[in-house]
């Protein structure tokens, strides 16, 4: 079992950055891929990005890319979201999750309880 807490989220102009965070909890976090997807209001929760176990490997959605970098620090148990050139339609709930899987799956059994990002034009 692991526990996710977000946090970052705010209130930002378009062409702005906010870094997410995710902290985890208990000593296996290098033992699960992380991912973060988000809601955006009247929208279904869709994928945003992925990094395996050991941070070697990513993917990004095709909307975020270039825009958006996804890492994570084993050390410290912590999966970060860095988000540049913010757009309106990157307004959502932004959520962190874990799967014991290699790579994260469409279905991650783990999940934070969401951030808000909001980006003005």
């Known amino acids: 079992q692991v526990q996710l807490v977000e946090s970052g989220g705010g209130l930002v102009q378009a062409g702005g950055s906010l870094r997410l965070s995710c902290a985890t909890s208990?000593?296996?976090?290098?033992?699960?891929?992380m991912g973060w997807f988000r809601q955006a209001p009247g929208k279904e929760r869709e994928f945003v990005a992925r990094?395996?176990?050991?941070?070697?490997?990513?993917y990004y959605t095709d909307s975020v890319k270039g825009r958006f970098t996804i890492s994570r620090d084993n050390a410290k148990n912590t999966v970060y979201l860095q988000m540049n050139s913010l757009k309106p339609e990157d307004t959502a709930v932004y959520y962190c999750?874990?799967?014991?899987?290699?790579?994260?799956?469409?279905?991650?059994?783990?999940w934070g309880q969401g951030t808000q990002v909001t980006v003005s034009s």
């Open positions: 208990g000593r296996t976090f290098s033992r699960y891929a």
């Open positions: 990094i395996n176990r050991s941070g070697g490997s990513s």
């Open positions: 999750a874990a799967d014991p899987s290699f790579v994260l799956t469409s279905t991650p059994p783990y």
